[in-house]
């Protein structure tokens, strides 16, 4: 037989009579449901405050500009309107399996009051990377000044290892270019010749995608990566190559 | 076995030569035919891809990026490592019972890793650029750059060591012999470390991957060896000599350790897989033991490649020929399954399969095309083709005595 609770006439307990250990089994429930204990697979700071700080996953910010993008998950709808922005400013060819930027999609069946949440993901511009330690011919490579992980196509012999060796998936093969092809923060469609941010970020409706400069305390990226009120983490940390993309949500 | 004690002239070997192409049978010719068209199949599929774009042709995709044109050249490149490991046991480590088979695998050894160059050219999207920038722009961490340029040089001291076994040059075939077992423990151990330095790949990632494809190199060294040999005497129709007969022993003998050794690595690196549930590793090993791989993976790589060969090796005792070329043949075709499994399951698991997305849920699938089947065939193709030559041209590799 179902047992109805009648909400309506169950007088308010209040809180002063939580005991702790409730409070704690109460957060701790909350926590496992966004995912801090998915399988050691994403990194929380909250279960750290002050200890785990942005600066903690990059080590530090040896670039000027050094160009980093914080994605506020909770506020993505997958309008996808970054992955158009994306094609078009990029000219990323329209095959499948061709992308520089994508959404993935994740069900939250656990969760309440969310049926699913929306992780956008793009080249991590690590600051330790893999692709470019196992180009043969450094083709792809870690640009001095900015950090970004640029592409010399010229060079590009096709032999995939940088796809094998990106924990992030970030690169595939352009057959227009004859070259692997990634995201480079738009540094020779935009950066480059002046403007402020990266074409997804500039078409996101929603601010989910921020775009700026780690190297600056003032700037908006700062900011957020180093705020202690929400979390803050990266994808795939056990990769050990020191994402500049962070993610955070709340 | 002659006993030459003067160098010929050209016109000598020349006619030598000719003489034995004429008197080679139809059957011969037939070989050599069908090794020919398969080579010019692949080579024109692969100019086809190239020309036309992969994509078209190949079933490797964005998360599966190497396929079994990668498998079939770490096949190649494992059995010519093998080649040059076993049988340097003799002729540049002095041990004499293994000293009949040098010239035959040095010769195989070239003619592997060649057919490796070929399959790989029609992998690698854009080769020519390999050809220049490889060299005016190095990356010195990189693996891939290592094996590449090591294979290079190991290709050309077995050149050289072997055109100095023909001539009877015993001491710079000794200094070549030992400098490309050099140069080849290191490019294959570089090629084991384009896996298995890579932190995102559990499966491969650690030290694991080097030091397995040396002892597997070695291990297919023998049956390669012991395969060219047994198919050598019989297409010339010649009685294998007692000294020759004692050197396959000896090899079977060191096939049936290192056939031992490799279950033994396999079945630790299934174990530290499995013992934990390691992310990254465990869903792939599950596959691979009692998942969507598993008869791939227990008829192929441990019934036909190791378990039957060594039951096979054991009961031949190394002196029943008929077993034992069944055994390498066995052994030959679960090796190549074996490198196939080693390079797709390291990528069967998603790099995001953590993350839990819908669009990275379960493992990667991956069967290759036809045109990817005819590249591949095309390295076995070019492999026949130099056997069945090198048989007649350097007459059966006769080792002289001294």
Known sequence: MNKHIDFDKLQNEGVENVSNQERRDFLKMGLAITGIFAGGTIFSAISTFNQAQASDFAKKYPYNPHYSMVMQQHRCIDCERCVVACNETNHVPKVHGAYRTTILEKETADALGGKREFIPVLCNQCNLPQCTRVCPTKATYKDQTTGIVLMNIKKCIGCLTCQEGCPYNARYFNEEKKAVDKCNFCWDTRLSKGEKDTACAHACPADVRVFGDLSKQDDRVFKIVHQIERPVWVLRPEAGTRPNVFYTKG | ?402
């Open chain 2, 1 to 402: 076995m002659a006993h030459h004690h003067s160098t010929p002239t050209l016109n000598e070997l020349v006619t030598g030569v000719a003489n034995r192409l004429k008197t080679a049978g139809t059957g011969f010719y037939l070989m050599v035919f069908i090794a020919l068209v398969v080579v010019l199949a692949s080579a024109g599929t692969g100019l086809m891809a190239m020309i036309k774009g992969h994509e078209n042709y190949y079933n490797v995709y964005r998360e599966v990026p190497w396929g079994v044109l990668i498998a079939t050249y770490v096949f190649f490149v494992v059995s010519s490592t093998g080649l040059c490991l076993i049988s340097s046991i003799g002729h540049v480590f002095g041990v004499q019972d293994f000293m009949p088979i040098a010239k035959r695998s040095v010769f195989l050894s070239i003619a592997t890793i060649l057919s490796g160059f070929f399959v790989i050219a029609f992998e690698i999207k854009l080769p020519w650029r390999m050809a220049i920038w490889n060299v005016i722009s190095p990356n010195l961490t990189s693996n891939i750059w290592w094996m590449g340029t090591l294979y290079g040089i190991y290709l050309a001291f077995m050149f050289a060591e072997y055109i100095f076994l023909l001539m009877n040059k015993h001491t710079p075939a000794v200094v070549c012999g030992f400098s490309g077992s050099v140069a080849g423990i290191a490019a294959h151990s570089n090629l084991g470390a384009v896996f298995g330095l890579l932190m995102g790949r559990t499966y491969w990632q650690g030290p694991y991957m080097p030091i397995y494809f040396i002892a597997s190199a070695m291990m297919t060294g023998c049956a390669v060896i012991i395969m060219f040999h047994i198919l050598g005497y019989k297409l010339n129709r010649e009685e294998m000599p007692s000294d020759m007969q004692r050197s396959l022993e000896v090899t079977t003998k060191v096939g049936i350790l290192l056939i031992c050794v490799i279950l033994f690595f396999t079945t630790w690196k299934l174990l530290a897989g499995a013992a934990g549930q390691p992310d990254g590793a465990y869903p792939v090993v599950h596959s691979e033991v009692v998942g969507h791989h598993a008869f791939i993976f227990w008829f192929f790589e441990i019934l036909m490649g190791m378990a039957g060969p060594l039951v096979l090796f054991v009961l031949s005792r190394g002196r029943n020929l008929s077993m034992m070329l069944i055994a390498s043949c066995s052994m030959i075709i679960g090796i190549f399954v074996m490198r196939y499994n080693l390079v797709f399951l390291g990528q069967s698991l998603p790099v995001y399969y953590d993350l839990g997305v819908n669009e990275f849920k379960g493992m990667l699938h991956y069967a290759p095309s036809v045109y990817e089947w005819i590249i591949a065939a095309g390295g076995f193709g070019m492999t026949a083709l130099l056997f069945l030559i090198g048989e007649k041209v350097f007459d059966g590799h006769k080792v002289e005595h001294h």
